[in-house]
């Protein structure tokens, strides 16, 4: 029998407004009516978040093609059945999405009930004037994607979706705003302003409670009082509580404290409860200080991330959420900024969780297009919109420091540009004057139009001699445009109607603009990992710098193949340009789609300071000597292993990445020498190595002395083994577990070299949501059962369908099983 969603509405006379609505929904193929007439398209059966679009065929000749990730686009229809007890018709009910990509139509018993262009805002459709109470309703959401981005976007519900049923007289839950503007370390100020409406016909008198709890789950703050609202009226509800010995959220210590709101009917003693979390901060920017938070001075150790969770797609599931936010914090970053679009609620939820600052963005383009059908279509009708609907998903979210009103617009450097970028900060003034504003600009696109034939004729010349010649002549134009007069004068209006000058690969510009603007806080909005030296001096020796965030922290779909490397032995051979199918992924993260860390994540956090033992890194030696062409955010395609099918003596180029003044490198016990490292090498030192079995150390010399050491051993064998990130996992559908599937030796050793087909099986309360590897060019599908190892590694991701024990076993030809037990547990 199928099992509909009905929830409760009251427990013991008091609602809790807001339910999970994710259950039991199916999705098909969007077709017209006609060939519906026909028979349609088959459904499938799905639990949200979910993303269409990663289990379509990819291929070479899709029209989003490299920006896509070679998936098609396409138009799907989501549809749910849920009963409607006879009592909602004293309730208010509305369905709320925090992310439909993309055009989502939304339709109560077949009748049009609301829409929203935009696919990253969190909006609500009412659907009271379309139930039909004591009968089953069905909801329909229509969502479409094409040539509309420059990334890969995913299809569809992709985020989570509530079910809010509230009385006719209520508190708007996504109304609730507290602030703390006076804080010291006796006391805090703890000001909330709450949204009350009546849609009843007659005058309520009610009471509203509020308290403050503690993270011990003590009450901390507390207030009560009548509110009297009439017929159809709202009103606005403030509070002003204090807390004794506030304990301060900040990344190393985030401290949350518990909003609670009882709105109570005194006659019917009907009750809505809201809750909400918060953290009580300060922050201050000034050209002296830089950034300040809870006054204590802070850089900006940034991560440039896209929405997508790699092998899930777009799917916005909230432990794939939490867990980027774990691996990102753990690889040495204080902050993220959510590329080209807003976050995910439960990106900030997880932020605010983990101690991770967040700089949300608005847009990646205004009116000017990237594609052909982007979001500049319906900007001019919709960006008021869509910016009210991101700063009140963000307003009480102590993990959002920073708003940037878009990315790389190209009409930053024109007075239009500077009119609307004032447009765009004081809408996001006018709610939430308590964070600051930045940009995103890239100086080459604020200015293309008056230098684009200086840097063609530049090209042209330069590709007769070969990719790196195009790549060295366009990075040092670039340079030249970035510093120029021109964009200095060009930026300045759109600068300045923020509050933070946000510059895109200019750290160029940084000292010089101490100069000119002695009144303007930068920040790098993006930096490219191949100046990560570089950049981050830049950063410390410039006092109103306040940090910089790289492109990217973690890789993505789509944009594929800008941080790859060609290898080529031929010198007439040009390179560049796009790569060919069947390349997926960016391949510019710190760490890749599968969270594992690439060799520029340490790199970067030794350049940060935060790591003092040498990091052992081999170019892949089967292209020792080839010529390298590497684009423009590529690192060094290097793998941390010593396990490679090469004969003895085979040359091999190693890179050992530190801090020190000098490393030692070491095989099998013999020195192979020292060279220079620390900042004046950029913290790399490479040596060229004559290949043998063994182990390979590198040794720190600091004045002298040696001191911190690591090394790389060859694997012995070949076991296959995994291993889930959690043992327990929680018993519901925003829950994963994460399983690592690895060939090592008995030691633990990574053997790297010898990929192979894995086959992955789960018994048990559990499904398969995805499984893949960190490979940046493959032709195997997310949503089957088997794929092949990238680097002696893949990951398996599960998803708890109920309570129990959930066995996982890999398996692959000439091994033994291996397995994995996981238990989800009721909440």
């Known amino acids: 029998m199928r099992q509909r969603s009905l929830p409760h509405v009251t427990r013991e006379r008091s609602s809790m407004n807001k339910y999970l609505f994710n259950n039991d929904w199916s999705v098909r193929r969007k077709v017209s009516g006609f060939v519906d007439l026909m028979g349609g398209a088959a459904s499938e059966r799905v639990t949200l978040p979910h993303d269409a679009m990663i289990g379509l065929t990819r291929s070479s000749d899709v029209s989003g093609g490299t920006s896509s990730a070679f998936f098609p686009g396409g138009e799907v229809e989501y549809a749910k059945r849920f009963d409607v007890p006879v009592e909602w018709r004293e309730r208010r009910v509305a369905i709320e999405f925090e992310g439909v990509y993309r055009d989502a139509m939304v339709y109560v018993n077949d009748e049009f009930a609301g829409q929203w262009k935009y696919g990253y805002s969190v909006f609500r459709v009412s659907l009271d004037a379309h139930l039909r109470y004591g009968q089953e309703n069905v909801v329909r959401v229509e969502a479409r994607a094409n040539q509309d981005s420059r990334w890969y976007t995913g299809l569809g519900i992709y985020r989570d979706v509530h079910l809010v049923v509230t009385p006719l007289a209520h508190i708007v839950d996504d109304e609730i705003r507290i602030t703390t503007p006076d804080v010291d370390e006796e006391r805090a100020v703890v000001e909330s302003a709450i949204l009350v409406r009546n849609e009843s016909v007659v005058t309520r008198r009610l009471s509203l409670e509020v308290e403050v709890r503690d993270d011990t789950g003590s009450i901390v703050a507390h207030d009560r009082g009548p509110v009297t609202i009439r017929p159809h009226a709202t009103t606005t509800i403030r509070s002003r509580l ?17 909003f609670r709101a009882r709105l109570r009917d005194e006659e019917s003693d009907d009750a809505q409860d809201v809750n909400t979390s918060f953290g009580i901060r300060t922050i201050r920017i000034d050209p002296r200080h830089g950034l300040r938070i809870n006054d204590e001075p802070i850089k900006l150790r940034g991560a440039c991330i896209h929405h997508d969770n790699g092998p ?145 004729n530049r090209l042209a010349d330069a590709t007769a001699r070969g990719v790196n010649d195009v790549m060295n002549e366009m990075t040092e134009f670039f340079d030249e445009v970035t510093v120029s007069d021109v964009v ?36 790098g909005t993006e930096t490219n990992p191949r100046v990560t030296a570089q950049s981050w001096a830049e950063t410390m020796a410039n006092d109103h710098v306040i940090g910089g965030f790289t492109w990217t922290g973690w890789d993505y779909l789509g944009e594929v193949g800008l941080g790859r490397t060609d290898y080529t032995d031929d010198p007439e051979v040009r390179g560049g340009g796009d790569p060919d199918f069947p390349w997926l992924t960016a391949w510019a993260g710190d760490l890749d789609i599968t969270g594992h860390r690439r060799p520029q994540s340490y790199y970067r956090e030794i350049v940060y300071g935060l790591r ?8 892949r030696p089967q292209h020792y000597g080839r010529r390298r062409l590497e684009m423009q955010w590529a690192w060094s395609d290097a793998v941390a292993s010593w396990t490679w099918d090469l004969p003895d003596g085979a040359r091999t180029e190693v890179e050992v990445y530190s801090d020190a003044d000098e490393v030692e490198l070491l095989l099998n016990g013999r020195s192979l020498g020292r060279a220079a490292a620390g900042p004046a090498a950029e913290f790399r030192a490479r040596f060229d190595v004559s290949y043998e079995p063994g182990a390979l150390v590198a040794i720190a010399y600091r004045d002298g002395i040696p001191s911190e050491r690591t090394s790389l051993v060859t694997a012995s064998d070949r076991l296959l083994v995994v291993t889930a990130d959690r043992s327990d996992i929680r018993a519901d559908d925003g829950d994963l577990a994460y399983l690592s599937i690895e060939f090592q030796d008995a030691s633990g050793a990574l053997n790297s070299i010898e990929d192979a087909v894995v086959h992955v099986s789960v018994d048990g309360p559990g499904e398969l949501a995805a499984l893949g590897s960190g490979r940046p060019a493959t032709t195997e599908r997310f949503d089957s059962t088997h794929c092949t190892t990238f680097d002696g590694r893949a990951l398996a991701i599960v998803r708890p369908t109920g309570e129990g024990r959930i066995t996982v076993t890999v398996r692959s030809t000439g091994m033994t099983d291996a397995q994995a037990v996981v238990t989800a547990r009721g909440v």
């Open 488 to 523: 200095t004068v060009r930026t300045a209006e759109a600068h300045a109607a923020a509050d933070i000058a946000g510059l895109n690969y200019a750290e160029t510009r940084y000292a010089a603009d101490a100069q000119v603007f002695p009144n303007r806080v930068v920040l």
């Open 612 to 619: 003092r033992e040498p990091y052992l890194a081999v170019l």
């Open 242 to 258: 204090y807390i004794d010995a506030p304990q301060r959220w900040g990344v190393d210590h985030p401290h949350l404290y518990d």
């Open 312 to 456: 899930l797609g777009a799917a916005t599931i909230r432990r794939a959420e939490e867990r980027r936010i774990e691996l990102l914090k753990a690889a040495g970053f204080n902050a993220v900024r959510s590329s080209h679009c807003p976050a995910s609620p439960a990106m900030l939820e997880a932020c605010d969780r983990l101690g991770i600052l967040v700089f949300d963005e608005t847009f990646d383009a205004w009116t000017e297009m990237n594609k052909p059908y982007d979001y500049t279509l319906d900007f001019p009708e919709w960006w008021e919109r869509d910016v009210d609907a991101m700063i009140k998903k963000d307003f009480n979210h102590p993990s959002v420091i920073l708003y940037c009103i878009g990315n790389e617009i190209h009409e930053y450097g024109s007075g239009f540009g500077g009119s609307l970028a004032r447009d765009i900060a004081e809408r996001i003034r006018r709610s939430d004057e308590t964070r600051f504003i930045t940009t995103a600009v890239s100086s080459f696109w604020a200015v293309a139009g008056e230098v684009i034939d200086d840097l063609k």
